[in-house]
Structure formats: C-alpha cells, structure tokens
C-alpha cells in the first residue's frame, strides 16, 4: 500500500477520446505534498507517512504545530492528513511529492466532504417517491410518509430515513479511472464526479478493489525524480551545443587558414613572374 496525496479540486470539464466521445472529467491540482513526519512500528504501532499541503501563516500556527513542523525543518501547513503504508513503501521526511506518483489509466479512490445543502425532505435527500397527486391527499405530495412503529415499540427507530440535513458528510467514491496527467500544471484528470465543491480539499489514494498497475512509482513519485531527468536532458543539450560550436569555430578556423593560403599563393605568383622576366633579360643583354 503506497501514500496517498492531498489535491485541490479546481472543477469539471470534458476531453474527447480517440472515437470523438466526450467524457467528464473532474481536475484535480496538486499542490506542494510535502512529507512531515514518518511512523515507524517500534514508536508509533504501524507505518503511516503524514503528509501536509498548503500554505499558512506562521501567526495563524499554534506553538505545538510550530514544534512539529520545525522538528521535521519544513515549512507550516495548512492541511495534515496521515496515510497507511507498508514498510518497503516509506519515505524520507521533507520529501516532495509529483503527479506522476500516479499513472494514466490508474484506478483511485477519491475522499472528501460533500455539498453540504441544508436542511432537505425525504424525497430529496433519500430519492422517495412521495405519495399520490391526486385527490385524497391534500398538500401531501412530498411527504415521507409514516414514521413510527405503532405501539409497539413506540418510537421511532434510530437511523430512520426522514427529512435533515442533506450533504456535508465524509463521502468516497471509489475506482474512478485516471484519463489524462498534465506534468507541467500538475493537474490529475479523472473521469467522473467527486465529492465535494470547488477548491476544496480532496485525499487520492490508489484503489483498495483494483490491482495496482506495475508501471507505477514505488514507493512514491517524488519531484526530484523529474528534476533530475531534467537536468540530464538540459546537460546533454548543453553538452551537444557546446561541441556544434567547437565544430564550427574548426571549420571557420580551417577556412580562414585556406584563404590566407590562397593569397600568399596568389602574392607570390606574380613575383616569380617577374624574377623570370628580369633574369631572362639580362641575358640577352
């Protein structure tokens, strides 16, 4: 079991597949996921990496927080949430997470606080059908209908579907398919909805029902892993420039000596010319 990561819902929109079906898409932004603390089982009693995004003021921190963070030399967040890992799936403090910890095609598992919608009848918030709109029932039509059991037992059972608060509750929707990766903006695009409303904060994990694809990154993707391909790429073209340059400052190098070859020819031609005539010259004479 990896970690999860901590991404900002930015809203809903389409890509079309290679037949030209639209498909819903919800994008998820990562922010910077930063590890604060690891646990270990001979301290803690299980494997847990907690993980912190967002920014904060350093005022708006209390001094236990402060403590924390400064104990693991990282910078105040916003959010904190700890995820279950295996052993062989822990990673260092102060590492940064990347988008590519997850993978094209990828099955997730999304969790997060739902619309929260207020106070709702039954036929909104649990799907009832209502009762009749015809006559006998007067001003009716959207009620639950009956609650109680009689007189036995006399009350209403505890968890009985009626009328309240509809939404803001913990909600996970689970296997939801990863479309599209976007490396630069850090954006994940996964097909379907997901709880909860804009710029709010989301927990992806890799799906608990689905096997885990072998390309992805173990333990984790972490940012320094493209910095570093990066770097690669950028010094193998700096390398590559700097020897076309070398090789064309050799062959102007070479061509200016042709030239001065071919004038020094081309000055002493006439030269010899000349001593030939004079010599011959003075011979008849």
């Known amino acids: 079991m990896r970690s999860g990561l901590i991404l900002k819902k930015i809203g809903m929109s389409r890509i079309f597949d290679d037949a030209g079906n639209s498909v819903p898409v919800t994008i998820l932004k990562l922010e910077e996921n930063q590890v604060i603390k690891v646990l270990d089982r001979n301290r803690n009693g299980y494997f847990a990496i907690q993980v912190g995004t967002g920014k904060v003021k350093t005022k708006n921190v209390n001094k236990a927080l402060r403590g924390h963070f ?11 949430i700890e995820f279950r890992v295996d052993e062989n799936m822990l990673v260092e403090e102060g590492k940064i997470f990347s988008i590519n910890h997850f993978s094209v095609g990828q099955k997730i598992d999304v969790s997060g606080v739902s ?29 639950h209908g009956s609650t109680g059991n009689s007189q036995d037992p006399g009350k209403v059972w505890k968890g009985k579907k009626m009328a309240g608060q509809y939404g803001n509750v913990n909600k996970t929707v689970q296997n939801l398919t990863v479309l599209k990766i976007n490396d630069v903006d850090d954006l994940l695009y996964v097909k379907g909805s997901v709880p909860g409303p804009k710029n709010a904060y989301l927990t992806v994990k890799d799906a608990i029902k689905s096997i885990l694809p072998e390309h992805v990154i173990k333990p984790a993707g972490l940012s320094e892993n493209n910095k570093s391909d990066i770097n690669t790429s950028d010094k193998k073209e700096i390398v590559k420039d700097a020897e076309s340059k070398t090789k064309s400052e050799s062959i102007e190098v070479k061509n200016e000596n042709l030239n001065t070859q071919n004038e020094t020819e081309q000055t002493d031609t006439p030269v010899d010319e000349a001593s030939n005539t004079e010599t011959i010259d003075i011979n008849k004479a």
């Open 70 to 80: 400064a104990k693991s030399s990282v910078e105040p967040k916003r959010i904190l």
């Open 115 to 143: 619309h929260g919608k207020g106070f709702s009848g039954g036929m909104k918030r649990h799907n009832f059908a209502g009762l009749e709109a015809t006559h006998g029932v007067s001003i009716s039509h959207r009620s």
